[in-house]
């Protein structure tokens, strides 16, 4: 869909517009009715301390405690290596003594 808009600029001068919105993707839009008002007010505070609109602070919010596919994916993968190391042996004790060893090291003193 092509939009096309003319206008007049100050001075007498005529100009245009031209809008392909067959290029440009749209963004949903999340519509929210009966809010209570305790919690609007929270919101609206908040957004007032972040120096946000009401709007960027709930879009804020949705993002830091909404995860997305991708984010669900980096979780699980995470998970998943946190199990492997957890399940592994662990290696030498490197090249400190074993707790056994300094309390018997501490006795002989």
Do not use: W
């Amino acid at each position: 869909m092509q939009l096309s808009v003319k206008f007049a600029l100050p001075y007498g001068g005529r100009s245009s517009l031209d809008i392909d919105y067959s290029k440009v993707d749209p963004m949903p839009t999340l519509y929210v009715v009966n809010i209570p008002l305790e919690l609007y007010e929270a919101l609206r505070s908040r957004a007032c301390k972040h120096r946000k609109s009401i709007a960027a602070e709930v879009l804020s919010l949705l993002e830091e405690n909404v995860p997305t596919a991708d984010e669900l994916k980096s979780r699980a993968r995470f998970f998943r290596e946190m199990e492997k190391l957890r399940a592994r042996r662990p290696e030498a004790p490197g090249p400190f003594p074993s707790s056994e060893e300094m309390q018997s090291e501490d006795r002989e003193r």
